[in-house]
């Protein structure tokens, strides 16, 4: 029910924007979740955007280098990720929970009860 797209190869950086396109009534009133992932490693937080599109929240290391955001018309949710660095490299996934606020987002994985197949994404120096 989510089909994320858009990754690829990139250099250092450079520019991507992910797509996580939702089917069916996976849209409203989902908050929504991007995260990644290296083998080896847990999945990791990058970015959230509540179903109202009013809270947005990003991690630390990625803000003010990537943009969350939403199409309510094509049911598709974005991540912009610009000046990508090498440590960028990974597999990135998307995800949507349920909620009845329309401000909540997600920081944790647990947060999500739907989540696309991932879509990767790598950084060459």
């Known amino acids: 029910q989510l089909q994320a797209s858009g990754g690829g190869l990139v250099q250092a950086g450079g520019s991507l924007r992910l797509s996580c396109a939702a089917s069916g009534n996976l849209y409203t009133k989902y908050h929504w979740g991007w995260f990644r992932q290296v083998p080896g490693k847990e999945r990791e937080f990058v970015a959230a955007?509540?179903?109202?599109?009013?809270?947005?929240d990003y991690a630390d290391s990625e803000r003010g280098r990537i943009t969350i955001s939403r199409d309510n018309a094509k049911n598709t949710v974005y991540l912009q990720m610009n000046s990508l660095k090498v440590e960028d490299t990974a597999v990135y996934y998307c995800?949507?929970?349920?909620?009845?606020?329309?401000?909540?987002?997600?920081?944790?994985?647990?947060?999500?009860?739907?989540w696309g197949q991932g879509t990767k994404v790598t950084v060459s120096s």
């Open positions: 995800a949507a929970g349920f909620t009845a606020s329309s401000r909540y987002i997600g920081r944790t994985a647990a947060s999500y009860k739907y």
């Open positions: 955007l509540s179903w109202s599109s009013s809270m947005s």
